[in-house]
């Protein structure tokens, strides 16, 4: 595609360069089909293109939102599939006079979040296949259908900044042709070889548009039954049969579906400069009210509800194992099996293995749910039946262990229905399938954990390797630092960049969110303590740079630098609101849930522990 750019418009041009284009007005922001592209006299600037991710309107006015880079990531049945790689954020209006200087600072500060959510790099579209729909919900639809109105509004992700396109189309079709939607997750796909048979192996993660966030500043559920960090995963088998060729069309399709979210019950762990967050559960009646809405919408979309959850049993994690378990008891649905596995309890101690347990418990649900199977000759044989609904407190780590390890589990299945595996196989851990199989989804996990947290996975080298390893758990600790940081002093900016791109915040150009007051002892801390820290490490490290004195005095001081510091480290977690990174496009937990702090204690596990899990 090109971009045509005139001191009055913007002209986009397909691929096919007969076809219509699409064609901006700079002025008003008006929309219309042309058959012409500008003189050459007129271009100011021609740039190739990749899609039309949308528009967004700002305090200067509507900006145009293009893909300037793109990778293929695979091909199934013959469409190529894309990653974004690069954005580029186009000002509609020229004249910015209008602007006071705090205005202009304030739409710098827009743009900057919008570039920064662009460039996670887990934006996949395609041309010809529905991304955002699992195999089995697209026989479901219309295939003759633009891709667009296709799409599973769900995991649509510029579905909030494609509405000026669609509102178009709705009244001429053509206008679609210049809608892409984008999914939010992660894509892979390998060829792989088992017993000198070939097939494709892929996993698709799908994240939800709805309650988007980071990981702090988006827990549990809202009034619309939306959970936080909702995902979901197919993983496929692409096989054309015995003595297949290269490239692989998928005359064959396998395909099973899972789902994670964040636990279905009004609660969040407030940031505090702490490494583990303040926790805080709302009322039970009204999480109920609103997981049934949630797990309605689940039963409608994929049937009976496997609900797996592996928070601890002990410690601050209890209640939530308790409010989750109070809440599936309140519903009273037959549809929801509930399943609780400790999993830090069962796999203490590097005893991974013990994950079987959990798989081994599940067998007759898994053998009951099955898996979706279409034949290019037959049709449709086989549909999955349910879903399993997995959850930690993250929805990361522990989630996507267990994940794969039930995904292996029905891979094994898949593979001897196909007659890749006889009826007896199992899959050898040492293969080197088994080696692609765990390398997916480690990325998987890696994936979806930055979108949430900001880092990569945890417990990802059992999920690489099949082993938990030392060297795996020193990684970890380097994550869980760096997710300590992020949490604290930069997802605040990453909230906003969500809130902006999706739609939940739009832009008034008569107030400024981002201006905080800050008092003046609030703003001298980070550098007193700074200084201190500095000047301690100096008499320990280098106390001949003090000129030579008495042990006292050296004592006196080491105690006066350490005073400083820990007086400082007091006063920053006292007022830990005002050092942590807050979004500014929409209502912290902190702000949503001080009357209820204030009015009663927090949920800790000493008050529940008399409560015994259901």
């Known amino acids: 595609m090109k971009l045509y750019t005139t001191k009055s418009s913007f002209v986009v041009e397909q691929d096919d360069s007969n076809a219509h284009k699409l064609l901006i007005n700079r002025q008003g922001g008006a929309i219309q089909l042309t058959q012409s592209v500008p003189n050459v006299a007129d271009q100011l600037a021609t740039s190739l293109i990749h899609g039309v991710a949308g528009f967004i309107q700002l305090q200067a006015g509507e900006y145009l939102i293009v893909i300037t880079g793109s990778e293929s990531v695979c091909a199934i049945q013959g469409n190529q599939i894309y990653r974004a790689t690069a954005f580029e954020i186009v000002p509609l209006a020229q004249d910015v006079s209008h602007l006071s200087s705090k205005q202009e600072r304030d739409e710098r ?14 934006l996949y579209y395609s041309r010809g296949f529905d991304v955002t729909n699992a195999f089995q919900r697209q026989d479901d639809v219309d295939d003759k259908e633009p891709l667009w109105k296709r799409a599973d509004e769900r995991f649509y992700w510029n579905k909030f900044i494609s509405t000026k396109l669609m509102d178009q189309a709705k009244r001429d079709s053509k206008f679609g042709d210049f809608i892409l939607p984008l999914l939010q997750g992660f894509i892979e796909l390998k060829v792989c070889r088992i017993n000198e048979e070939v097939f494709a192996l892929g996993l698709i993660t799908r994240r939800s548009r709805h309650r988007p966030g980071t990981r702090y500043f988006s827990r549990g559920i809202d009034a619309q039954g939306h959970v936080s960090n909702y995902v ?12 297949a060729k290269l490239p692989l069309v998928g005359k064959q399709v396998l395909s099973y579906v899972q789902t994670r ?12 400069l702490k490494y583990t967050p303040r926790l805080w559960i709302g009322d039970s009646k009204k999480s109920a009210a609103s997981a049934r809405i949630h797990f309605d919408e689940q039963l409608s979309i994929y049937g009976p509800q496997i609900l797996v959850n592996l928070v601890n049993t002990k410690g601050y994690e209890l209640p939530m194992a308790q409010a989750y378990a109070n809440v599936v008891k309140q519903l009273n649905d037959p549809r929801l099996h509930y399943t609780h596995f400790d999993f830090h309890k069962e796999c203490s101690k590097m005893r991974w293995h013990r994950i079987q347990l959990l798989v081994a418990e599940l067998k007759d649900e898994l053998v009951k749910q099955g898996y979706y199977y279409r034949n290019s000759v037959g049709g449709t044989t086989k549909k999955q039946t349910s879903v399993v609904r997995t959850n930690c407190m993250d929805c990361l780590d522990r989630t996507n262990v267990v994940q794969s390890s039930l995904a292996k589990w029905v891979l094994t299945e898949q593979l001897r229905a196909v007659k890749v595996l006889g009826p007896n196989d199992e899959l050898n851990n040492s293969s080197n399938f088994m080696g692609t199989f765990r390398s997916v989804w480690a990325d998987n996990a890696d994936r979806v954990s930055c979108m949430y947290s900001g880092t990569g996975a945890l ?3 059992f999920t690489r390797t099949g082993q938990r390893t030392k060297a795996g758990a020193l990684q970890d600790l380097s994550n869980s630092i760096t997710r300590y940081v992020k ?9 906003d960049g969500y809130d902006l791109f999706l739609g939940n915040y739009h832009v008034n150009a008569t107030t400024t969110p981002f201006q905080v007051d800050k008092p003046l002892r609030v703003r001298a801390v980070p ?31 080491l105690v006066f630098w350490l005073s400083i ?8 977690l006292r007022h830990s609101n005002y050092f ?13 849930y001080e009357g209820d702090l204030s009015s009663k204690p927090l949920v800790t596990a000493s008050k529940v522990a008399s409560t015994s899990l259901q």
């Open 109 to 122: 500060t827009y743009i900057a979040l919008l570039q920064q959510h662009l460039k996670s790099g887990a």
């Open 232 to 243: 979901e995963t197919e993983q496929l088998i692409l096989y054309d049969g015995p003595d």
């Open 261 to 272: 979210g964040s636990i279905p019950v009004y609660w969040a762990q407030i940031i505090n």
């Open 459 to 461: 417990k990802t080298d």
């Open 580 to 592: 942590v990174s807050l979004p500014h496009l929409s209502t912290p937990p902190r702000a949503t």
């Open 527 to 557: 550098p007193v303590l700074g200084f201190a820290l500095v000047m301690l490490l100096l008499h320990l490290l280098r106390p001949a740079l003090f000129g030579p004195r008495s042990m006292v005095s050296y004592m006196t001081a």
């Open 565 to 572: 510091l820990v007086s400082a480290l007091k006063f920053s």
């Open 487 to 495: 949490n604290n002093f930069m997802d605040g900016t990453r909230q």
